[in-house]
């Protein structure tokens, strides 16, 4: 945690001086300004946790400073403490009606200015804490409704094709046998579109709330990167894209994962029918995985319960990449990446947010290394599970 910093404003250098020398040894920042005009165009650009303010200031005084701060939304949320010479009731009242927080009597004590700063900063943490919780939800909101937009475009298009095909056959399709071969294959196809996107929706959902019949096993990784690879093996070839497969054995004993295995599977085959989607004719896909040991471990984030190294599986395509302003969003919940040769965003922004879950869920992690025109690697690391006995 940073420490607090306190802009102290007064017109005179040596109450300055002073201020900033007890802010300090409190252990805070000290800023300063030297008149009313500095200290809001100060607090604007720097936000500080805290404003020490003098009264008597020329120009704008430290109470018409204090109205100005308060009336801005950009800095109503600061502590002004007022700090004055005036001892006078008129003088305080006027000061709290501008909005300050506090105020505290020149000649200042040390132990007084603690104490009023302390207990103002902690009210501060909790309106910062508050404000980001409802600026979250904000957001969250806004990406929902985002997110709801999309799935309802993405439905309503299957959707149209589907009714259309439809109209067509029971019109033409008695007396037309070619129209039956034509549009029927259209209507399958979009509504398996319909299917995968609703699929998605609920999956999301499930992961969320904990549910979808998890199964706890230990099994062997390799074996599922191996498994994964093969049933791509002909999709790659049907699109003249070159399939690498690299799987470095783990010694006996070792390369052991614990969780759901087929979801683990689910992972890498949407990782995998990614790469496909957004690599050329021509190009290649890297599937590749290794055991690394306690200390490798360390370094990807990854703990093991019993000590133990962790599994790393790789996918990898040296297809469009994916811009650097992109590369933190894709994992996000409702998020959907715009494709950099069309303009058009893809997919429904669902397939990696459940892989992150699944990889969470699964105690590791997930993260990307892409660059545009360069291609794009996904990394799984997950934690190293004992072996099952007899293993």
Avoid at 375 to 391: D, I, K
Wanted: aromatic letters at 4%.
């Amino acid at each position: 945690m940073h420490a607090a910093r306190i802009l102290v404003v007064d017109d005179v250098s040596a109450n300055v001086l002073v201020l900033s020398k007890m802010v300090k040894v409190l252990g805070y920042v000290p800023l300063s300004a030297a008149d009313g005009e500095t200290a809001i165009a100060r607090a604007r650009a720097e936000a500080p946790d805290l404003i020490l303010m003098d009264v008597m200031m020329p120009g704008i005084d430290g109470i018409e400073a204090t109205r100005r701060l308060k009336a801005d939304p950009a800095t109503r949320l600061i502590p002004i403490v007022v700090v004055t010479a005036l001892t006078d009731a008129d003088s305080k009242k006027k000061a709290l009606d501008a909005g300050a927080d506090d105020f505290i009597s020149k000649p200042v004590d040390s132990l007084e200015l603690q104490f009023r700063v302390r207990a103002l900063l902690a009210v501060k943490r909790t309106y910062d804490e508050l404000e980001r919780a409802r600026a979250g939800a904000t957001e969250a909101e806004r990406l929902k409704t985002e997110f709801l937009a999309s799935v309802s475009h993405e439905l309503r298009t299957p959707l149209t094709a589907i009714s259309s095909a439809a109209k067509i056959l029971v019109r033409y399709g008695t007396e037309r046998p070619e129209t039956v071969a034509k549009f029927a294959p259209i209507i399958v196809e979009q509504t398996n579109r319909m299917t995968r996107l609703l699929d998605g929706v609920l999956d999301l959902t499930r992961l969320e709330e904990g549910q979808g019949g998890w199964r706890d096993q230990t099994f062997w990784a390799e074996e599922v990167v191996l498994e994964a690879a093969e049933m791509f093996g002909p999709v790659t070839q049907e699109k003249s894209i070159s399939l690498q497969v690299q799987v470095r054995p783990a010694e006996p004993g070792l390369g052991y994962v614990r969780g759901d295995r087929d979801r683990l599977t689910q992972v890498l085959v949407n990782l995998a029918s990614n790469a496909v989607k957004f690599t050329s004719s021509g190009g290649t896909i890297r599937i590749a995985s290794a055991r690394v040991s306690p200390e490798e471990a360390a370094r990807w984030a990854v703990a093991s319960a019993s000590g133990r190294g962790a599994y790393l599986i790789a996918v990898e395509d040296n297809g469009i990449g994916i811009a650097p302003e992109n590369q933190k969003l894709v994992f996000e919940r409702f998020r959907q990446v715009t494709d950099t040769q069309n303009g058009k965003p893809q997919g429904t922004g669902l397939g990696l947010s459940i892989c992150r879950e699944i990889v969470e869920r699964l105690g590791g992690r997930i993260l990307l290394r892409s660059a545009l025109g360069k291609g794009s690697q996904f990394t799984v690391a997950l934690p190293e599970a004992e072996a099952p006995p007899g293993a």
